[in-house]
């Protein structure tokens, strides 16, 4: 059932135009395609084969006669197409039922409006097609609909024609002036309105520019319209890349399985990417905005223009994507601390999430070899780790290299469907003497090996040679199909410190003189040395700088060590990754010792927090210099599931145990550095989303939530009475929210009050009851309360579980997002995740197969939780009829 890379080969007939004329109707749409095909020359000629599913076939007629057909399973068959290469004409009229399309997956419902959601195999579920994306072909689009219901018709690209139709119906034609595959068709139709904007483009041209919401909404698009001019804007100026197209739409759904989408034109949203107000939406919410409407955006070049040969290529659009809206995001942030600020939590995604998908059974290459259904494969290994591997080539070739690169990337394939290799190529061709291309060939392995290499790094101090040598190995264990690794070339870039913490020239053997306090070297083998000369004493290496490869780095740095970093490294990353060092290895290191014990409870009452570790802590916290926003994430502990992924068998339990105790210490230890730090935060007038006042909000939250910590210990009530009162007062949702969570998380008895006061306030507004439902799902579980607190979630009249926002607000939040929840010894939280699963994978599989994805590493849990989880994954596999999506999943799951 597996589709291979290497089965690729071209189709047998390419599509050159499509006329699609829909009849709206949510029971009953009808489908008139109208195409123009002819065999491509270059294959062997052979029967056309259509892809369709759920599909009602009403007539085919080829050169306006009837035809004979034939099905083979969902594929339409057509044996008897006219001999030769000229063009014919096909014409499909099928049927489809909208309002009963749960999965969200080709033309569905949400709330009384039409949406399309093509990408990866959705269009086959609105007519029978090619449906794949190395055939690109010109789209013509006749909408019909009952006026009053659908006042607005959308499609791809440009209305050449609108006007009434007898019996209240209205029609709208439009034409996209580009070919494009399938998967960038997109339709809607309903009661929208939009905010607009007319721009002017820097060659001179006028652009209008449309956000479309449902008429409430309307107050709330400033942000995403805000977001979608500074993109284009951005695009310009980066890399010479205008927008292409008179008019650019983005329309918001309440019902979509991702992010978004970026189809030719007609961007389709998520609303909880496009609709923001100061009273509703975090600073989280606005820099996600930002960031994926920029992100749909740099594919109108990156993956409309350009796109990919087959689905294998994913990342060739994704992985540049991100990368592009990763640097959009900290051009937008402005200075080089808030840059950093963002480089960090970009990290911290691919560290928490990556790099377990990169050691567990779903481990796959950037580009992957083989698949059973594509949808599983929208990962963070495509997506995150593929924008590491286009950041690699931007470091090794410089950033004007790399913007040579991208020219020559266009000039090449404008307009075409390539592959990753294709990239990669247009990089090193563009830049001939780069270490890219001289190691071209074996930087590809990034491309096809899967797994996170480990760089191992060891220092050496010869006094009388006043020589330092440090020597890096690289090694990569095995991940599914692939049992042996070759190396990698590994950008490594790198400073030393000297006693007093100050940047040492660099100078290896065999320089006449030292060069810069930093420099980039490139691991190509599986070892090298490199001896640096004129260190005065032993230096400290600040390695791996701005995370400039992804992987892990294991260096066996003494704490003082650590703490040099933390207090003077010159790059920021490595300051933060110093602190979390430290954390994490107090926190490694409590979870082994048998001498720290839990009550009853569960709870850990030993200090385990050492005076120094408080002490640099508090040095962070209250620094004169640094940002509040860098503060946040040096203060913040890592993750329970990064800390999972440096243990060999993992007690979800004890972790979580240890990371509440390491918390609760700090939120003690560092009381009066926390008020202080709230006082001197937490004022803000007007709301803004920038990086300088949302970090100050979200140093003056974790302060608040520390504080409420401390008063659980201590009993008092100033600060959990101050915090409800600031949740009550709060001018902005992100000091609402964090208010809220603070009392929540801290299982103060306020808690219950501030949460039916923020219902009433907010029942509303779905985004905001997504919040709410998250934060109880995902809440602190002192004596094992939040799994009856889920179930009773789940019966709450706001929650709708067709609907995916509210399904991963609560399911989601806690399968996922809460592990010392989720993982019961009495198997419970298990039990109740196999039986999500089925029950989503009735509606909506592709919603389904991500929530199976909860127990990946069910391999690495203590028991009992190893053997529970199996089973609850065996029960799920053990489900006939099971869709694809989540049969590649559980099958995976329980092959590892
Ligand atoms: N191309 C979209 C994006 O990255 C993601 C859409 C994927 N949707 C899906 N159902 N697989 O912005
Ligand atoms: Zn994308």
């Not at 499509?18 to 000629?45: H, Q």
């Not at 099928?94 to 959705?122: H, I, M, R, W």
């Not at 609402?736 to 006061?757: K, T």
Request: charged share 25%; with cysteine; glycine share 6%.
């Amino acid at each position: 059932k597996a589709t291979q890379r290497l089965d690729y080969a071209p189709p047998a007939y390419w599509i050159d135009s499509v006329e699609l004329t829909f009849d709206l109707d949510p029971a009953k749409t009808r489908v008139l395609n109208r195409m123009r095909l002819r065999r491509n020359p270059g294959v062997a000629p052979q029967p056309l084969r259509l892809d369709g599913e759920e599909l009602n076939l009403a007539r085919v007629m080829v050169n306006g006669a009837g035809s004979s057909f034939k099905m083979e399973g969902d594929k339409l068959v057509l044996e008897n197409l006219p001999e030769g290469n000229d063009p014919f004409e096909l014409e499909i009229f099928t049927t489809c039922a909208p309002a009963k399309n749960t999965q969200l997956s080709g033309l569905y419902v949400s709330g009384d409006t039409f949406f399309t959601q093509c990408e990866a195999e959705g269009f086959r579920r609105i007519t029978y097609f090619l449906d794949r994306p190395d055939v690109m072909a010109s789209y013509q689009v006749l909408l019909r609909a009952d006026k009053a219901q659908y006042p607005v018709l959308l499609s791809n690209g440009n209305l050449v024609e609108s006007g009434e139709l007898d019996g209240g119906r209205h029609f709208a034609r439009w034409a996209d002036p580009h070919r494009k595959p399938s998967y960038l068709f997109a339709l809607v139709a309903g009661k929208l309105v939009a905010r607009e904007q007319q721009i002017v483009s820097r060659a001179g041209k006028p652009h209008l520019l449309q956000v479309w919401v449902r008429p409430g909404d309307l107050g709330k698009t400033e942000h995403a319209m805000n977001s979608l001019m500074a993109a284009i804007a951005w695009d310009e100026a980066r890399f010479g890349l205008s927008l292409d197209l008179e008019r650019f739409m983005i329309v918001a759904t309440s019902d979509f399985n991702m992010g978004a989408m970026e189809n030719k034109g007609l961007n389709i949203f998520n609303t909880k990417y496009v609709l923001a107000s100061e009273a509703t939406a975090t600073d989280v919410d606005f820099a996600n905005i930002e960031s994926v409407v920029g992100h749909e955006y740099f594919h109108n070049w990156t993956g409309n223009r350009v796109t990919c040969r087959d689905w294998f290529q994913l990342s060739l659009k994704e992985g540049l994507t991100v990368f592009r809206d990763q640097e959009f995001s900290q051009d937008m942030a402005g200075s080089p601390s808030a840059r950093a600020v963002k480089r960090i939590e970009d990290v911290r995604v691919l560290r928490t999430a990556q790099f377990p998908e990169d050691a567990g059974p779903m481990a796959h290459p950037v580009r992957p070899d083989s698949y059973v259904e594509i949808n599983n494969f929208y990962t963070v290994t495509i997506y995150e780790k593929g924008a590491e591997v286009v950041r690699m080539q931007h470091n090794l070739v410089g950033r004007e290299g790399f913007a040579r690169g991208m020219k020559l990337y266009f000039e090449r394939h404008d307009g075409h469907a390539v592959t990753c290799d294709d990239f990669v190529q247009a990089m090193a061709d563009a830049n001939p003497a780069s270490p890219l291309a001289l190691h071209l060939e074996q930087f590809k392995r990034w491309y096809s090996q899967a797994g996170t290499p480990h760089v191992k790094a060891v220092g050496q101090y010869d006094a009388d040679a006043r020589r330092y040598t440090l020597t890096l190995s690289q090694s990569c264990a095995a991940t599914p199909g692939q049992p042996e690794k070759h190396p990698f070339v590994i950008p490594v870039a790198l400073g030393l410190l000297g006693t007093d913490g100050r940047a040492l020239p660099l100078q290896l053997e065999g320089e006449a003189a030292a060069g810069g306090t930093e420099r980039t070297v490139v691991l190509t083998e599986p070892s090298m040395t490199l001896a640096f000369v004129n260190v005065d004493s032993p230096p400290v290496p600040s390695l791996l700088r701005g995370f400039s490869a992804p992987v892990i780095l294991d260096c066996e740095y003494g704490d003082a060590e650590l703490l040099a970093l933390l207090t003077h490294d010159g790059d920021a990353f490595n300051r933060w990754e110093a602190g979390q060092r430290l954390m994490l290895r107090i926190a490694i290191n409590a979870i082994a010792d048998e001498a720290v014990t839990t009550d009853a409870a569960g709870q850990i009452h030993q200090n385990i927090l050492p005076a120094a570790l408080a002490q640099a802590m508090r040095d962070v916290l209250r620094h004169p210099q640094l940002d509040a926003a860098f503060k946040e994430l040096v203060l913040t502990l890592p993750s329970e599931s990064y800390i999972a992924e440096q243990l060999g068998v993992v007690d979800p339990q004890r972790i979580h145990a240890v990371r509440e105790a390491l918390r609760q210490q700090l939120a003690v230890a560092l009381q009066a550095d926390w008020a202080w730090a709230w006082e001197e935060h937490h004022a803000g007038g007007a709301h803004r989303p920038d990086a300088v006042s949302s970090g100050r909000r979200a140093l003056a939250g974790l302060a608040l939530s520390m504080l409420c910590l401390a008063a659980r210990q201590s009993g008092d009530a100033v600060w959990p009475g101050k915090t409800y009162q600031r949740f009550k007062d709060a001018g902005n949702m992100t000091d609402r929210f964090n208010a809220l969570s603070a009392l929540v998380m801290s299982g103060h008895e306020l808690a219950a009050p501030a949460l039916a006061r923020f219902h009433a306030m907010f029942k509303d507004d779905a985004l905001v009851l997504d919040k709410w439902f998250a934060l109880q799902a995902g809440s602190t579980d002192r004596g094992g309360n939040v799994l009856p607190a889920v179930k009773a979630l789940m019966k709450h009249p706001d929650f709708h579980i067709k609907n995916p926002n509210r399904a991963r607000s609560v399911i989601f939040s806690y399968c996922s997002a809460n592990p010392g929840a989720f993982h019961r010894q009495d198997a419970a939280g298990y039990v109740f995740w196999a039986d999500r699963v089925l029950e989503l994978d009735a509606l909506n599989p592709q919603v389904a197969a991500r929530l199976a994805r909860a127990l990946d590493r069910w391999n690495r849990l203590a028991e009992p939780y190893r053997t529970a989880a199996r089973e609850a994954i065996a029960r799920v596999a053990a489900k006939p009829d099971l869709s694809n999506d989540v049969r590649e999943v559980v099958t995976r799951a329980l092959a590892d």
